[in-house]
Each structure stands twice: as C-alpha cells, then as structure tokens.
C-alpha cells in the first residue's frame, strides 16, 4: 500500500495540485513511518499526518514522525487548524515585511 501512497503524492506534488500533503491514518498501519517519511523526502511540498486510532503502532510512529520533523496531529480537524495557523502566520509576516519596505 505504501507505494500508492508514495505515487499519489509525487502526481500531487509534480502537478502541483496542493500546497501540502495531509495523510490521515484512522487505523493502525504497518510501515507507517517508513512511507510518510520515504514521501516526505521525495516530494518538495510539506507532509502532515493525522492519527486517529491508539495503540502502541501509532505511539511508535508518532514519536519517530514528530522526531524527523513530520507534524502529527489527533484527528484531521486540528491539522486543519495547526495548517490554517501557520498559513495565517506567514501571510502576517510578509505582510509586516512588505509595510515595513514601504516606508
């Protein structure tokens, strides 16, 4: 399943159909790790995950994505939020550093 996951977003990123990748994972998954992070390396946009189940396969892999500085969240409405802040954020600052040039 891994490589379908990985074939989906080199199309979303090579199209550029998104500016982002938010996997959701609602059970627990074998490899998990091995193909966010495979995906997360082969494409130039970020990767998040979303974790919805339990269990010690998601505790494992939550500790190693958030390690090698994949987000991981709960459920797929806080990524959407934790993705819409750090949106907000950057949309903040370029607009301070443009009215900052204007002066």
Do not use: C
Not at 71 to 92: C, D, K, N, T
Request: aromatic share 8%.
């Amino acid at each position: 399943w891994g490589e379908h996951y990985r074939n989906v977003g080199l199309m979303i990123d090579q199209y550029e159909a998104a500016d982002i990748i938010l996997m959701n994972f609602a059970d627990p998954v074998k490899n998990t790790f091995e193909v966010v992070s495979e995906l997360a390396k082969s494409v130039s946009i970020p990767v998040a995950v979303s974790f919805m189940g339990g269990g010690e396969e998601e505790k494992t892999n939550r500790v190693k994505m958030q390690r090698s500085n994949i987000p991981v969240f709960s459920s797929p409405a806080r990524a959407m939020r934790g993705i819409q802040a750090v949106v907000w954020r950057s949309e903040y600052r370029r607009s301070r550093e443009g009215g900052d040039h204007q002066r």
